[in-house]
């Protein structure tokens, strides 16, 4: 059956920024070159996920149209959520998307590190150069895959 996520397949805007952001920005690894698919009229890349899975980007020709949602649509996907491995390093991540804000992609929005209480964890989230919403969250005291309910009293 199941064993793990392979890939998340995102519709790029602009290939070359999207793998700029992901590998220069957020860190993660280009893996090969970009494979020109001419029989389906798209380019495909692919990321490395720390801990296994990966991201394809796919950049369809002649250019497809942009459709726009907002995060409460039903029937969508809502976010892409990272783990990060401390609080410190989700300070760091919000250091160079400011940095990187300044530099090169301006049109990305992101908000400032904060706890959730109820879920024990912190978070940021992230909207990338193709407006893709990203998450990157820290459990504080629970595991990853406990809920909510099994904090203790005095947290909730």
């Known amino acids: 059956m199941l064993t793990d996520i392979n890939h998340i397949g995102i519709n790029v805007k602009d290939m070359q920024a999207s793998i700029r952001f992901y590998r220069d ?15 389906s009229c798209n380019r495909v890349q692919y990321m490395k ?6 991201i ?17 649509d039903a029937g969508v996907i809502r976010h892409i959520a990272f ?6 390093d989700l300070r760091a991540l919000y250091v160079r998307l400011q940095q990187a804000k300044a530099e090169e992609f301006s049109g990305i929005t992101f908000t400032e590190p904060a706890y959730l209480p109820y879920l024990d964890l912190d978070n940021l989230l992230v909207r990338d150069p193709n407006g893709i919403e990203l998450e990157f969250c820290l459990k504080r005291t629970i595991g990853r895959y406990d809920w909510p309910q099994d904090l203790p009293e005095k947290q909730r």
């Open 25 to 39: 920005v957020l860190g993660l690894e280009q893996l090969g070159n970009i494979v020109d698919q001419k029989d």
């Open 49 to 54: 996920v720390p801990g296994g899975a990966m």
């Open 83 to 88: 783990t990060v491995s401390s609080r410190e």
């Open 56 to 72: 394809e980007f796919i950049e369809y020709y002649p250019e497809s149209k942009q459709t726009s949602y907002d995060d409460t």
